[in-house]
């Protein structure tokens, strides 16, 4: 193990810069209810703060009372909707999460905004089932845990008319079914399906897709690059990028990565060709060198 000489100690590992997978998942939930928001049925907004100073809801959804959403995750929503999300490098919720969300922010929001608990919802989003939690919802607080649909677990206050409380469900973002496709995916390590899914998205998709976009690419780029969905210097990312509007720095930071990965790849090739018995004449002719 190395050792800082001065001191005796060991260096510390430079921290990897989280994914932004939070600005994704409201890019995604954005491109989801954009018809919505579009009528006018809809408002967004990102990190709503409760004060001046923390706590923050991670998205608010104000809705049309008279619309009825017609997405799994949303058909539990009223006319104030807070959802919390957690990525799929974060932790399970747990019921430290559960008591900050429904007990915390609904409480706090109601009080601030002057709506009533039955005229509010609240969403945890997650990307793997919390086993643990739901257990102790159901066998140590009493709750009753609903699945509606794959992924959707409705959290009842038993003995309470759900019209006469605040509407909880957790969302298992992974268990979604494949029309949820930008919430389902949001993540690191897409199989091949999502992959040509990705490659294939339209300028009309990109255009509300943004955060979602970057951030995919960001963190599935090896394996897009391995299976060859970036071939020839990154060229469906240079097309996204110039379909998105995405940062000229981004697109730097892709290309640069993308012509080195590509320049080892055929420096590997040439030697494997030449180790083989081939002549230094014939790689030329092969791999077009001058």
């Not at 607080?141 to 509407?167: H, M, T, W």
């Not at 240079?238 to 998105?244: G, N, S, T, V």
Request: charged letters at 30%; proline letters at 4%; a positive charge.
């Amino acid at each position: 193990m190395n050792k800082n000489k001065k001191t005796g100690s060991t260096p510390e590992r430079p921290r990897k810069v989280p994914a932004a997978f939070h600005p994704a998942a409201f890019s995604a939930i954005r491109y989801y209810l954009r018809e919505y928001q579009e009528s006018g049925d809809v408002t967004l907004k990102e990190e709503h703060p409760l004060s001046k100073q923390a706590p923050r809801i991670d998205i608010i959804v104000k809705k049309n009372r008279k619309v009825q959403i017609d997405r799994c995750w949303a058909r539990i929503f009223r006319r104030h909707n807070i959802i919390e999300y957690k990525s799929p490098v974060d932790a399970p919720p747990s019921i430290y999460v559960f008591n900050k969300t429904v007990h915390g922010y609904a409480g706090l929001y109601s009080s601030q905004e002057r709506v009533s608990l039955t005229d509010m919802s609240v969403s945890i989003v997650c990307f793997k089932k919390p086993v643990k939690l739901l257990e102790t919802l159901e066998k140590r607080l009493g709750y009753e845990v609903l699945q509606k649909d794959g992924g959707i677990y409705y959290i009842v206050n038993r003995g309470i008319a759900p019209e006469k409380s605040l509407a909880v469900q957790i969302v298992v973002s992974s268990e979604l079914p494949d029309s949820e496709f930008f919430l389902k995916n949001l993540k690191r390590g897409i199989d091949r399906a999502a992959a040509q899914r990705l490659a294939e998205l339209d300028a009309g998709s990109c255009e509300h897709l943004h955060t979602w976009l970057v951030t995919m690419l960001r963190e599935n780029k090896d394996y897009l690059f391995k299976e060859g969905y970036m071939k020839d210097t990154y060229a469906v990312l240079r097309d996204l990028a110039d379909e998105c509007g995405l940062t000229d720095d981004i697109r730097r930071e892709s290309w640069q990565e993308a012509e080195q990965k590509g320049w080892q790849e055929g420096s590997r090739n040439i030697i494997e060709f030449l180790e083989n018995g081939h002549s230094i004449e014939e790689a030329k002719k092969k791999f077009a060198l001058h």
